[in-house]
């Protein structure tokens, strides 16, 4: 019953915005943190970003700072990922996920997990 879906993932060039959604249902929605991932070729998981739903505090990756803003609206149960100013290494699948992590991007935390959106930035 616990399912996380993302969309929003596309192709754009380098400079470009996308905005991903993780639409979230079966549990209680603001009893949990929601964390962004991405997983890019050759390389391993990599922590994006994280949102608490009851208190709206954030984290970011400090390659992403100043570029990605999360977001949360409780009552639509969905997070959001504003991604400006892309750029090719930002080429990965993005997951969602749902956890109370001690540590906002360690994904070991995290027990639910959407099933990733492609997103690829061109040159």
């Known amino acids: 019953e616990v399912q996380l879906v993302e969309s929003g993932g596309g192709l754009v060039q380098a400079g470009g915005s996308l905005r991903l959604s993780c639409a979230a249902s079966?549990?209680?929605?603001?009893?949990?943190?929601i964390g962004w991932f991405r997983q890019a070729p050759g390389k391993e998981r990599e922590g994006v970003s994280c949102?608490?739903?009851?208190?709206?505090?954030?984290y970011y990756a400090d390659s992403v700072k100043g570029r990605f803003t999360i977001s949360s609206d409780n009552a639509k149960n969905t997070v959001y990922l504003q991604m400006n100013s892309l750029k090719p290494e930002d080429t990965a699948v993005y997951y969602c996920?749902?956890?109370?992590?001690?540590?906002?991007?360690?994904?070991?935390?995290?027990?639910?997990w959407g099933q990733g959106t492609q997103v690829t930035v061109s040159s």
């Open positions: 996920a749902a956890g109370f992590p001690e540590s906002g991007l360690d994904s070991s935390w995290y027990d639910y």
């Open positions: 949102i608490s739903s009851s208190d709206g505090s954030t």
């Open positions: 079966g549990f209680t929605f603001d009893d949990y943190a």
